[in-house]
């Protein structure tokens, strides 16, 4: 809201050229800021990473803390696809037919193995990643993913949105700040099921 | 515009009279993985459907052909894929068979636990979909939040949440936990409360129970023609279960019954449903009494067991056992064997082929869900098209299953 | 599965059995091609027999054999209880002439794994209503489950993305990922500190 107000007061100031260019990058930061945290996410779900991405909307791993809360049914109503779970020869030219509904900007997060490199599957009838039909930006391996790595790659996207930056990359497997810190969340998560 | 005050014959205008054409396509919100269905609408009732599954056909088969017996695990693991435990184990059960070795008791135990937990993953999420398709978002949310919780025990246990591949030809890939006794009770006791407090708000919804009685129904003849097993078929008045009728593993030793519905319509599907995951609870309390806390898991057979580590790396006998199960595979004698147990969805089978050689011949998974969406087709025609959502949801199509 | 059956159709179809066994205790009979609509419609009609379930039809594919095909029938009896696995054999060795009646008009179930079998194999049902594919696309040439179609033979149906190194498009190396987080791979491989594995 601060920021909002700053750039605000900045795009008055008419002519310069200095000025303008100012604005105007304030301008694409306030945008970003805005695009990144109200993501519309089209779920694009075929396979068992539904089962992973059903587990990251759940309230335990809620993905609408990062903003993007409303799944939209429709790509022309959405502007980041989550192609979740494996891409059968068949269902490319859907994909790709989606991916051309939406309209820009857009972004593509690939979300398990099997959307992003195509998995074990090295066979008739799978795509071997989503990036052959269309572009990624984002790429959360896992066979399932584990539902940090997943809140990981929509940090990873809004990252990238900020910045501007459209180059893909992967989600690279980090160990849980908390259990670094040693707050003994997994000794609590025990006590919790064992408690009658 | 005709004027409205004329006296028109109805054969005198000319009305464009057929029907509309409705693609339910394979990217859909209400469809449960990827299915389309091409209607024939009139209005909204549906004439005629053409269900076209196959959108998620991923090669199973085929690859099966391509390792070793138990490279396999982590590909039934994929075929139903709510609840992975109980595919581990009726291919296990089938190469077994063809071996004709029987696991420990100790492992049978724990088979049950594993794969009645697994059960219960399947049905939460199943009768949580099909609410939240209706409407129902809050009891969507606590079953997947039950859900979370045997995921957990499963990550205790085997080291993954979903796919596990844990099952193993002559027991289990790692024994048990010393928690696993007191984490499954705790698991299956918030479960039961989780259902309690869902069939509190779904029961009594108006909306609910107007959506679902008498919307989906199927005939048992037509049911049985069909192939179907499961809770679809136990919805329809038969009590067929697996479990019962040719008991498996220490199945025919705890007690629990089979739910049967009557009106066979969705709304007695979703019923069974939740009521078979009470007797999964029943089944998991009666096998932690049972389970003996320490004895093999696995079956000692040098054939098709590896050896423990220590032996591995001293023992010559140890070295030559572990160098030929890993490099050869594990040899399942000549021949073919159909071996069937109770699935999420019905009877999942399995016919093996085998050449003798480490890699499998043929592996035919026998799809429960595969010819219950065959039915899907019968289910809907004659229906409004808003019913195809609680029909749909209501057969339990999992994509992997039926398309393998 | 009860040997009573196959006593019952050896009876019936003493001319079309070509072979028994029961092997690891499953009753499989093999029955001529020309015999299999019979013997099956006899399976559900009979009333000792009464197989009023369709479990499974499948294929197994021997290339080196004559008739190549085997096409396997799983059958069930609610009422009774008992299973049992009918066989036939049917194609040439380049996987023609594979032809067999449709049992659709016994068991609905069978409208399905006939067309599946059809898809994966290539065995004709004569009398099917709708044979076509059904998990593999109409545009696909050849039947995947023979022996002899490679398994990694893709026949895509768009074309792939014309982007340079779509081999290998995803970044892999270590500088590229994350911009914040300890990357625990971020080690090169020669690093023999292995205290960031938990």
Known sequence: MGELKQSSTQIIEPGGSGGAQFATTRLEAVLAWAQKYSLFMYPFVTACCGMEFMAVSSPRYDFSRFGSEAPRFSPRQSDLLWVVGTITQRQAPILKRIYEQMAEPKWVLAFGTCASCGGFYDNYACVAGVDKVIPCDVYVPGCPPRPEAVLDGLMLLQDKIQSGNRTPSIVKPRQDPAVEQNLGLVQLRKSRTSVA | MEPLDQELDEAELEMPTEPMLLNVGPAHPAMHGTVRCVMELSGEIIEHVDVQVGYLHRGFEKMCERGTWSQVFPYVDRCNYVSPMLNNVGFALACEKMLGVTVPERCQWYRMILGELARMSDHLTCDGAMAMELGAFTPFLWMIKAREMIWDLMEEETGARLTHSFGRVGGMASPPTEHLKENARAVVKHILSVIDECEKLLLGNRIFLDRLEGVGVISQADAISLGWTGPCLRATGIPYDVRKSSPYLKYGEVDFDVPVGSASDCFDRFMVRLAEMRQSARIVEQCCERMADSGPVNVSDPRIILPPKEEVYSTIEGTIQHFKIVMEGLKLPAGEVYSYSEGGNGELGFYLVSDGSGTPYRVRIRPPCFLITAGLERVITGAMMADVVPSFGSLNMIGGECDR | ?198
């Not at chain 3, 009876?11 to 499989?28: C, I, P, R």
């Not at chain 3, 009464?50 to 085997?70: A, I, K, N």
């Not at chain 3, 054999?89 to 594979?98: I, K, L």
């Open chain 3, 1 to 198: 599965m009860s040997k009573a059956l196959i006593d019952l159709i050896k009876k019936n179809f003493a001319s079309a059995v070509l072979e028994t066994h029961a092997l690891y205790g499953d009753e499989t009979a093999v029955v001529e091609a020309s015999a299999w609509k019979e013997v099956a419609r006899f399976l559900r009609d009979n009333a000792t027999a009464s197989m009023d379930m369709l479990t499974d039809l499948t294929v197994v594919d021997f290339p080196e054999r004559e008739p190549r095909f085997e096409i396997v029938a799983h059958f069930h009896s609610l009422t009774k209880g008992h299973r049992l696995r009918v066989k036939t054999r049917t194609g040439d060795s380049e996987g023609d002439d594979a032809e067999v009646d449709s049992l659709t008009d016994l068991w609905a179930s069978a409208n399905w794994l006939e067309r599946e079998a059809f898809d994966m194999f290539g065995v004709v049902f004569r009398g099917h209503p709708d044979l076509r594919r059904i998990l593999m696309y109409p545009e696909f040439e050849g039947h995947p489950l023979r022996k002899d179609y490679p398994a990694d033979k893709i026949q895509p149906l768009i074309a792939y993305r014309d982007v340079p190194n779509i081999e290998k498009v995803a970044p892999f190396s270590v500088d590229e990922g994350m911009s914040f987080g300890r990357q625990t791979h971020s080690r090169s491989r020669h690093d023999t500190d292995d205290s960031q594995v938990n």
